[in-house]
Antibody, heavy 120, light 107 residues
Framework: EVQLVESGGGLVKPGGSLRLSCAASGFTFNTYGMNWVRQAPGKGLEWVAV????????FYADSVKGRFTISRDNAKTTLYLHMNSLTVGDTGLYYC?????????????WGQGTMVSVSS | DIQMTQSPPSLSASVGDTVTITCRASQTINSNLNWYQQKPGRAPNLLIY???LLHTGVPSRFSGSGSGTEFTLTISSLQPEDFAIYYC?????????FGQGTQLEIK
């Protein structure tokens, strides 16, 4: 059974940093691209970043470029999101999601999310 | 970035109705269009990928169509569990983008 479990969220002051983790199990982790998607309270889905299975390809949304870093440890089957220079606008529920190339790169499994709150 | 525009933003319908949600892309995305359903307090779930292919376990009352820039999600014979928010997503570029969502409410 595929499982994605996020952790690391919390309350942080503007300008602060956090590292999110997503522990994956139930599939061959290093053969799938992985994404972070966030959702501000009461708002829609916003894609944040993607990393290929071998980490050779990484892309970011313009809203986080230069502040966030996505990475993965295939030996630990864990995805990370390092977030720096956080602003109030970064507040939201952060999901990790598996991207399936056999499903036209759709996100076929999602975690339950970890909440990030940025407030003074 | 490719912009995805969904309409309508919200929709009221009754159990048993058939509803259609539209998603338009700001440039051609071929058939690289996916649909998700999100219920309150839950993560999104994939319904349809590649514009018209049903994800595993998704009931056949859900269907998708379209290519290029215009796409539709149709839900036939609405069931109580279908009232949720629906999002389209383009996966034509590595920097995927989502539509703003359509909230389907019970009339």
């Amino acid at each position: 059974e595929v499982q994605l479990v996020e952790s690391g969220g919390g309350l942080v002051k503007p300008g602060g940093s956090l590292r999110l983790s997503c522990a994956a199990s139930g599939f061959t982790f290093n053969t799938y691209g992985m994404n972070w998607v966030r959702q501000a309270p009461g708002k829609g889905l916003e894609w944040v970043a993607v990393i290929a299975g071998s980490s050779t390809s990484i892309f970011y949304a313009d809203s986080v470029k230069g502040r966030f870093t996505i990475s993965r440890d295939n030996a630990k089957t864990t995805l990370y999101l390092h977030m720096n220079s956080l602003t109030v606008g970064d507040t939201g529920l952060y999901y990790c999601a598996r991207q399936n190339a056999l499903r036209r790169a759709a996100f076929d499994f999602w975690g339950q999310g970890t909440m990030v709150s940025v407030s003074s | 970035d490719i912009q995805m525009t969904q309409s309508p933003p919200s929709l009221s319908a009754s159990v048993g109705d058939t509803v259609t949600i539209t998603c338009r892309a700001s440039q051609t995305i071929n058939s690289n269009l996916n649909w998700y359903q999100q219920k309150p307090g839950r993560a999104p779930n994939l319904l349809i990928y590649a514009a018209s292919l049903l994800h595993t376990g998704v009931p056949s009352r859900f269907s998708g169509s379209g290519s290029g820039t215009e796409f539709t999600l149709t839900i036939s014979s609405l069931q109580p569990e279908d009232f949720a928010i629906y999002y389209c997503q383009q996966s034509y570029t590595p920097s995927v983008t989502f539509g703003q969502g359509t909230q389907l409410e019970i009339k």
